[in-house]
Nanobody
Framework: QVQLVESGGGLVQAGGSLRLSCAASGSIFRLNDMAWYRQAPGKQPELVASITGGGSANYADSVKDRFTVSRDNAKNTVYLQMNSLKPEDTAVYYC??????????????????WGQGTQVTVSS
């Protein structure tokens, strides 16, 4: 029904930049809040950044002033621009979206979806 597909991960040297994208496709009426999480080996998942449907953004303290989350509602896509990357940013990054979809009964339902994850590796 709905899929989130991430792209843009890779290997970068410390101080470099990457831009992650997450495109939603399928039966979509509206995208609500969207977010990026990350999970490093042996650590708990961490909320990196989130953005509301209206465009208000919030960030983890560890990425403030380095990362920027944005969205293109026309493309059903959320982005994460990551600058001044550090080795401690190494993790698998996942996008998350709350999506309103039409049901076969003519009503609408809300569901939260996850992307498959994209690896970001920052070398020192």
């Amino acid at each position: 029904q709905v899929q989130l597909v991430e792209s843009g991960g890779g290997l970068v040297q410390a101080g470099g930049s990457l831009r992650l994208s997450c495109a939603a496709s399928g039966s979509i009426f509206r995208l609500n809040d969207m977010a990026w999480y990350r999970q490093a080996p042996g650590k708990q998942p961490e909320l990196v950044a989130s953005i509301t449907g209206g465009g208000s953004a919030n960030y983890a303290d560890s990425v403030k002033d380095r990362f920027t989350v944005s969205r293109d509602n026309a493309k059903n896509t959320v982005y994460l621009q990551m600058n001044s990357l550090k080795p401690e940013d190494t993790a698998v990054y996942y996008c998350n979206a709350n999506i309103i979809s039409p049901s076969t009964s003519g009503t609408y339902y809300s569901q939260t979806y996850w992307g498959q994850g994209t690896q970001v590796t920052v070398s020192s």
